[in-house]
């Protein structure tokens, strides 16, 4: 070797006969896997800063989390440190009102307040992050979201960034035992759906061992649908309201985000039409009363189908506008279709 050659140093080779079998551990049974990078999505305004207070508050506390499956008297665990960075919610006009209403013990969740000068050195490959964990040892470490911990330098749409920006996640998850969860926005593009869903690299999607996603059902109701789990079947969808700034259990569903998706989309394209079809209806009978097979045929004449016209029907009664009744007896027996209010 000449003096411009730089000595390899090789790295300790492992023998699979040496190595000892470790079954996967759960910090939230069937949801979040522990020592793992896991990772949760959803829209602006879904309720993922409430979901992500409900987890720590359970982990605080040493007890279930609200979409936790497991009885309340087997549920009992010890509490643990919960440590959070979050970049979008104040600490003293959000989150603590959040954690304190979802039950935490907040004397078991620690963060670093965004005045603080050091704030903006904490990313995911940072030695400051590395030495916060040793110091505190939390069971959970939250980032949201997740642009604000990524190096400035790192570009996000570079094939496998994510992934090396990451790395030292999972090895300070075995070394520390410590769980990640990482908040990442979802895109509104119609027809998309699990991976595809995610704003950001898709390469946060491929390195974590659980996915969530938060999103609004079509009733106005909550739902945590988990979408990828490498350890095992992936949990029920939690069906969930916010009470007060608390994420509220309510039941289980076999929908999952796909399924939740495809009707907001739905509607989504639906919504133009029966505007349309109301407008007609209110033209129709604006001077009062008519058969309602009246209505029904003259909607068909100028295209308006019969769901689209159905579902028009169903808003304007649900709004108080639409009425109906029939008259007559036997053979003479009507149905009319009129107005309740005159304005639209």
């Not at 399924?259 to 009062?288: H, M, S």
């Amino acid at each position: 070797m000449n003096g411009n050659e730089k000595e390899i140093k090789l790295p300790k080779l492992i023998c699979m006969a040496d190595v000892e079998e470790k079954e996967a551990e759960w910090l939230t049974p069937n949801y979040l896997a522990r020592a793992c990078i896991n990772m949760m999505a959803g829209d602006g305004g879904s309720g993922k800063t409430t979901t992500w207070c409900g987890i720590a508050a359970g982990v605080s506390a040493g007890t279930r989390v609200f979409f936790d499956a497991v009885p309340e008297e087997f549920a009992k665990c010890e509490p643990q440190k919960v440590l959070f960075f979050s970049s979008e919610d104040s600490v003293e006009h959000t989150l603590r009102a959040r954690l304190r209403k979802a039950g935490a013990n907040l004397n078991n969740i620690l963060s670093v307040s965004l005045q603080d000068e050091s704030f903006g050195e904490i990313k995911f490959n940072s030695p400051i992050l590395e030495k916060l964990i040793d110091e505190v040892r939390p069971a959970l470490i939250i980032f949201d979201p997740i642009q604000s911990f990524i190096p400035p330098d790192m570009q996000m749409g570079q094939r496998n960034a994510m992934r090396n920006c990451l790395n030292p996640l999972i090895g300070w998850g075995e070394k520390y035992g410590c769980t990640f969860l990482i908040v990442v926005h979802t895109n509104k593009r119609q027809g998309v759906f699990g991976r595809n869903r995610v704003a950001d690299s898709a390469d946060i999607w491929d390195i974590s061992r659980s996915v969530l996603i938060v999103g609004q059902t079509q009733d106005g109701k909550r739902y945590l649908s988990h979408e990828k789990s490498n350890y095992g079947e992936p949990g029920a969808t939690a069906i969930f309201d916010i009470v007060d700034g608390v994420a509220v259990f309510e039941e289980y569903s076999d929908k999952k985000d796909k399924d939740f998706v495809g009707e907001r989309d739905f509607e989504t394209r639906q919504a133009p039409q029966r505007a349309d079809a109301e407008r007609f209806i209110y033209e129709f009978l604006k001077n009062g009363k008519k058969p309602t097979a009246e209505l029904d045929e003259a909607a068909k004449a100028t295209g308006i189908s019969k769901n689209t016209l159905n579902r028009a029907k169903t808003e304007l009664r649900k709004r108080g506008l639409l009425g109906g009744k029939s008259e007559g007896f036997g053979n003479n027996k009507a149905f009319y279709s009129y107005l309740i209010e005159k304005t639209f």
